[in-house]
Antibody, heavy 119, light 111 residues
Framework: QLQLQESGPGLMKPSETLSLTCTVSGASISSGSYYCAWIRQPPGKGLEWIGTFYYSGSTYYNASLKSRVTMSKDTSKNQFSLKLSSVTAADTALYYC???????????WGQGTLVTVSS | QSALTQPASVSGSPGQSITISCTGISSDVGVYDYVSWYQQHPGKAPKLMIYDVTNRPSGVSSRFSGSKSGNTASLTISGLQSEDEADYYCSTYTTRGTILIFGGGTRLTVL
């Protein structure tokens, strides 16, 4: 059974760069079978797709966040990562990583990590 | 404003059936059979309930079913149970620029 676990800083200040990791267990991301998506959910609000990272290195980002987002992988640690620059209070949210099947649906989800941006 | 439109809330009594709609446009729901549905209980991660409009992942109850007509997809839950009370989100692939979009979510209350 595939399992994903997000980790992040918890509390950040405006203008900083958010860095999150998604550790995958139960399978090797080196197999190339898994694409990683990041999704966020502001407190009390709905879900927003941030982007998808393909093992080949191709990335697809939400147009509204594209200028601030970078996704990558670390095969040695079996991890995917997300960086979001110049954060503001509007970026306060629960951030999830999930595997995505061919840009069609999100099948495995992590438990999420809460990121709060506050001065 | 979400890209896909869902009712904010629906309710039903145990044993009844309810339907949640998800309305998009011709560049997403109307043209691709890639609508998926997610169930989210408070404090929990979303769970995939339906994919590719009508398919259920292994382990999901047959009480959950999906359909689509034109630009509107629907999730039907039959034989409502108390544990079905949760938020439900639809999602689909789109050519609008964001590639993957969600609905605003629907809160299901089991009376």
């Amino acid at each position: 059974q595939l399992q994903l676990q997000e980790s992040g800083p918890g509390l950040m200040k405006p203008s900083e760069t958010l860095s999150l990791t998604c550790t995958v267990s139960g399978a090797s991301i080196s197999s190339g079978s898994y694409y990683c998506a990041w999704i966020r959910q502001p407190p009390g609000k709905g879900l927003e797709w941030i982007g998808t990272f393909y093992y080949s290195g191709s990335t697809y980002y939400n147009a509204s966040l594209k200028s601030r987002v970078t996704m990558s992988k670390d095969t040695s640690k079996n991890q995917f990562s997300l960086k979001l620059s110049s954060v503001t209070a509007a970026d306060t949210a629960l951030y999830y990583c999930a595997t995505v099947y061919r840009q069609r649906y999100f099948d495995y989800w992590g438990q999420g990590t809460l990121v709060t941006v506050s001065s | 404003q979400s890209a896909l439109t869902q009712p904010a809330s629906v309710s039903g009594s145990p044993g009844q059936s309810i339907t949640i709609s998800c309305t998009g446009i011709s560049s997403d729901v109307g043209v691709y059979d890639y609508v998926s549905w997610y169930q989210q209980h408070p404090g929990k991660a979303p769970k995939l309930m339906i994919y590719d409009v009508t398919n259920r992942p292994s382990g999901v109850s047959s009480r959950f079913s999906g359909s689509k007509s034109g630009n509107t997809a629907s999730l039907t839950i039959s034989g409502l149970q108390s544990e079905d009370e949760a938020d439900y989100y639809c999602s689909t692939y789109t050519t609008r620029g964001t590639i993957l979009i969600f609905g605003g979510g629907t809160r299901l209350t089991v009376l």
